[in-house]
């Protein structure tokens, strides 16, 4: 006879245990995007390149667990969130790993640091979209957590306060996003048209993170409301 399991490891490897897990390892790659325009908005690009590297490695890290969920997720066991709403969770948040890895490796590739004179809005541009990546950190687990309740009304008020907190950061980073564009506009003509197009691609790919973050967001909105 097949021994099963002690409740104990089910729970401590539960698949919102893991996901969690893997939205943190998302997080800490896009965490690294700030360290990397740092090196790379002074020149120094071998630097820029050490941290990329370890960027790639934290967003394989990332995949690492992106396959633990998919492949630990129970079949025939009763789930307080559905197979498809995890799979999609982990999709989205594996977005924000891969966006972090796509800015960065344009500028790397290119040797494309942002124009000087809007090197400030660009760390500040950063800094919010990191923040998603966090914020979305303590909504997982706050729904690890508060799955354990069956989602009541009140725990699921304290949900979708944390999904607002969320969407007010995807509407700041938009705001700034787009002064950027403006700023970028400006200088347009001093760039060479390929550079230009690069920039406002990484601007794209940047902003893309704090998108993902709000779906995941809206992603568990539907989970507690459902």
């Not at 401590?12 to 969690?20: F, G, I, K, R, V």
């Not at 924000?96 to 040797?111: C, P």
């Not at 306060?161 to 969320?166: K, Q, S």
Request: aromatic share 6%; hydrophobic share 45%; net charge negative.
């Amino acid at each position: 006879m097949a021994i099963q399991p002690a409740i104990s490891d089910v729970i401590s490897q539960s698949p919102l245990t893991l996901l969690e897990r893997h939205a943190a390892a998302c997080a800490d790659c896009v965490d690294l995007v700030r360290g990397y325009f740092r090196e790379a908005q002074a020149g120094r690009w071998l630097q820029a390149g050490d941290v990329r590297e370890e960027l790639c490695r934290l967003e394989w890290l990332a995949d690492e667990l992106k396959e633990n969920v998919r492949s630990n997720l129970p079949r025939g066991l009763w789930l307080s969130v559905s197979r498809a709403d995890l799979l999609e969770l982990v999709r989205l948040q594996d977005k924000m790993a891969n966006y972090a890895k796509h800015a960065t490796g344009i500028s790397l590739g290119r040797q494309l640091a942002f124009p000087s004179s809007i090197s400030d809005g660009i760390f500040e541009y950063i800094d919010v979209v990191a923040g998603a990546g966090h914020e979305v950190v303590g909504l997982i687990g706050a729904t690890r957590d508060l799955s354990r309740s069956a989602f009541g009304s009140k725990q699921t008020q304290t949900l979708l306060g944390l999904v607002r907190g969320i969407e007010a950061t995807e509407k700041e980073s938009d705001n700034i996003q787009a002064r950027l564009r403006s700023e970028l506009l400006v200088v347009e003509n001093d760039l060479s048209p390929i550079d230009a197009i690069f920039l406002y691609q990484m601007l794209s790919d940047i902003g893309e993170i704090a998108d993902a973050a709000e779906k995941v967001a809206h992603r568990v909105q539907i989970i507690a409301s459902s």
